[in-house]
């Protein structure tokens, strides 16, 4: 047992108590007590303890929509429309991918993930060559939570743009669904069930609706879940209205893209009855705000979504779109976005946030009985963040400090099911060093392999 005591706990419990003065006892990997230090001190008196004063603790963040093959190309496409983006830079890199390229941006991202409180995470759509077995190794290694998507697609275009995608990115329908099985099976409930397989099948566009049917159906069968990029921009809802007379959230109610096993990403260009719709089939909602305002997206009706009782959590996407895969800063966006859209300070207050990046994303992922909180009986998933630094200081309120003020280079410790990834900023679990070596290099490997060559718009001596 471990008594991690004097910290101020943000549980975001049932009652959504902030803990002063605050104790956790961890057992087997679980909260076994949650009160006051004194109230603990006096019921384990003789156990080891861990001292957080003048720290916060949240609940482990959970980021639900990561592209990892991305972190190692973080930055390619800067100031790009999104054809262009994907189709000259993005894709065109990630076709270049070796299984060992996909291995070291995995371990780059989960690095930075770690470092930055992010105890759990979806990714969203691992591509074959990036070598699944290799990548959900790197997840059980550096004792993350996390669900990988594998891709599933049955057409090589993007919406409507005929042979954007680059040939390395394409994969046919019988591989890409029979190996997302195959990784299911041999994957699924590993690492003490901290690794999860689901469908991530492609945007509408890449997949018939034919396929997206056998996937929910399969989905349903085998209790997976299934993330989707829906209605990003605007073209996305231009292209179904065309091609099939649906707004998305109709569409996605068609082929069985709705419920609560399902992770609907983006959902930026949703009107009101496509709200109706996920409110009223449960589906849940990952918000990206930062990629979003970066490709020019547009802004979610998240306020609305909330308003309506759908289930909203927190993601960042990846390193061309975000650049950064800091739930703590994007946090502060999803607060702060809103507010300027509707010209109300009131909507998204730091409590909301705070909710979305943590309890919220828990219920995204099927996890809200067993991560997402401080609560007793829960896995021991929980981060704590260092107070004593000038942009911190004062601290009249704990969540919006963190919201507003904090980023993910102030946290200090992070443990997951009762482990201890993250001691004094650093990761126990990887060799920090090396990660970024290797990133550097392989990077620099896969622009040349792609044959892009870098052109800043400043003339660099
Ligand atoms: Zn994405």
């Not at 591509?127 to 699944?132: C, K, L, N, V």
């Not at 009223?280 to 547009?298: D, E, F, I, W, Y």
């Not at 702060?336 to 219920?363: Q, S």
């Amino acid at each position: 047992m471990m008594i991690y005591e004097h910290g101020t706990l943000v549980t975001v419990d049932a009652q959504r108590r902030v803990i002063t003065d605050g104790a956790m006892a961890v057992e087997n990997g679980r909260f076994v007590a949650i009160d006051k230090s004194h109230v603990l001190h006096e019921r384990f008196p003789n156990e080891p303890r861990t001292d957080l004063k003048g720290r916060i603790v949240t609940p482990g963040l959970i980021n639900t929509h990561v592209h990892l093959a991305q972190a190692m190309i973080r930055g390619c496409a800067e100031d790009m429309e999104l054809l262009d983006w994907l189709g000259k830079r993005v894709w065109v890199l990630q076709g270049n991918y070796t299984e060992e390229d996909g291995r070291a941006s995995a371990e780059l991202c989960i690095l930075e993930m770690l470092k930055s409180g992010t105890t759990a995470f979806v990714e969203s759509m691992l591509a074959e060559r990036y070598g699944f077995d290799g990548i959900a190794e790197v997840v059980l290694r550096s004792g993350i939570r996390a669900v990988l998507a594998k891709i599933v697609m049955d057409i090589g275009t993007y919406a409507t743009k005929d042979s954007w995608m680059h040939p390395g990115m394409i994969e046919d329908r019988e591989t890409s669904l029979r190996n997302t099985l195959a990784m299911h099976d041999k994957w699924n409930g590993a690492g003490n069930g901290r690794l999860r397989v689901w469908f991530g099948p492609r945007t509408p566009g890449g997949v018939t609706p034919e396929l997206y049917r056998e996937i929910s159906a399969l989905a349903r069968q085998r209790n997976m879940g299934i993330t989707v990029h829906l209605a990003e921009v605007q073209a996305d809802r231009l292209f179904l209205q065309e091609k099939y007379g649906k707004t998305p959230a109709q569409f996605a109610e068609d082929v069985g893209l709705v419920g609560p096993n399902v992770l609907l990403v983006h959902a930026v260009w949703m009107d009101e009855d496509d709200i109706a719709i996920l409110a009223r089939t449960q589906t849940n909602v990952s918000h990206n705000p930062v990629s979003n305002a970066k490709l020019a997206s547009g802004i979610a009706p998240i306020p609305e979504m909330l308003a309506a009782g759908v289930n909203v959590a927190l993601g960042t996407d990846g390193g061309p779109s975000n650049n950064t895969y800091d739930m703590v800063r994007d946090m502060r966006w999803a607060s702060y976005i809103h507010k300027a859209r509707t010209l109300n300070p009131l909507v998204m207050p730091a409590e909301t946030v705070l909710e979305m990046a943590t309890i919220h994303g828990a219920k995204a992922i099927g996890l809200e009985k067993e991560i997402g909180s401080l609560e007793v009986g829960k896995q021991a998933d929980f981060v704590v963040f260092d107070l004593d630094k000038p942009h911190l200081t004062p601290h009249m309120d704990a969540v919006s400090t963190l919201v507003s003020a904090a980023t993910g280079a102030d946290v200090d410790m992070v443990v997951i099911g009762g482990q201890v990834v993250v001691r004094d900023g650093h990761v126990l679990t990887m060799d920090e060093e090396r990660v970024l070596r290797e990133a550097r290099e392989r990077a620099a490997a896969v622009w040349k392999r792609a044959g892009i060559e870098w052109k800043p718009r400043w003339p660099v001596l």
